[in-house]
């Protein structure tokens, strides 16, 4: 390299100044360190930059050209500035998440309206994706981190508890289940069941319940199968029958005429956060994920908060 940043300094103050004496004023160095460096940087482009007559110095038209570059490296350099200083400040940049359907349409929503009104200027794009494709999206870095109930991980995949999402039966207001403090899955044997699809984490875990409460005999026959905790509540809305669902898919006001019974024994389907385990995470992410916990001290064991006023 002819020129290193230090020398490129020297050259625009002499040019900024007009003189020796003005660029060591600048730069808060001696004249003949100056003289010094000027004189090694003509030697290094093998060209004189200044032509001393009587005196003074005058720049030659290759400098002038020179400082025009100079002039442009340094509004890079201002550029530069303004970003580390937007970034300090989380005032720019864009924060890209995922998360399932049915975080995506509870938990999500309210951890967005409040980063947002913070960070106006921040572009935030939420994908709500299966957990094979969420996976993907944070191996390939299309996301920073992702919230979900997600048994099954990676290694390269790092996840930490953010609500223990109790399993609760959905009913209609008027069911006769509706009134119960607890129900057990033999209250559900008669009922008409709305089950889920056997690849899907949920439907994984349902078929782990039933296992532990007795096998076949105490699983009821679903008469319609779904692969979202959200499309479940919606059948249940609609009349279809009833269903198990995570309490996060029910934790806002977002369906009417419809009751959430915890299950009894207890049963969680863990939302977690999902981050690429060696890779920090930018500050806009951990103000997301710290907004996440703020409004949900379910994180350590409770219930589901409402998005505080």
Request: glycine share 8%.
């Amino acid at each position: 390299m002819k020129l290193n940043l230090r020398q490129i300094e020297v050259f625009r103050a002499i040019m900024l100044s007009g003189s020796i004496s003005g660029a060591s004023k600048s730069l808060f160095v001696s004249q003949p360190a100056i003289s010094r460096q000027i004189s090694y940087t003509e030697q290094r482009l093998g060209m004189l930059l200044f032509q001393r007559i009587k005196g003074r110095l005058y720049p030659t038209p290759e400098a002038h050209r020179l400082f025009e570059e100079v002039g442009a490296l340094y509004q890079r350099v201002e550029h530069l500035n303004e970003v580390a200083e937007n970034l300090a400040e989380n005032r720019v940049g864009q924060l890209r998440l995922c998360s399932s359907a049915n975080v995506g349409q509870t938990l999500m929503p309210l951890a967005a309206a409040i980063f947002c009104k913070r960070h106006p200027e921040v572009g935030v794009v939420l994908d709500t994706l299966a957990p094979a494709d969420m996976l993907q999206a944070l191996l390939s870095r299309r996301a920073e981190f992702g919230v979900a109930y997600m048994p099954r991980g990676h290694p390269s995949v790092q996840a930490r508890m953010l609500y223990r999402n109790r399993i609760v039966a959905v009913v209609p207001a008027c069911h006769r289940l509706a009134s119960r403090r607890e129900i057990t899955l033999r209250d559900l044997m008669h009922e008409p069941f709305i089950g889920y699809s056997g690849d899907m984490p949920i439907g994984q875990l349902l078929q782990q319940i039933f296992g532990s409460a007795g096998g076949e005999q105490c699983r009821p026959a679903p008469c319609i199968e779904v692969q979202q905790s959200h499309v479940a509540c919606a059948m249940v809305q609609a009349g279809v029958g009833v269903a198990l669902v995570g309490e996060i898919s029910v934790m806002e006001p977002v369906w009417s005429n419809l009751v959430a019974v915890p299950l009894a024994p207890v049963f969680n389907a863990p939302i977690n956060i999902f981050n690429i385990e060696l890779e920090p995470l930018s500050r806009l992410a951990q103000e997301f994920i710290a907004i996440l916990e703020s409004i949900n001290p379910g994180a350590r064991g409770g219930h589901p908060a409402a998005l505080p006023a």
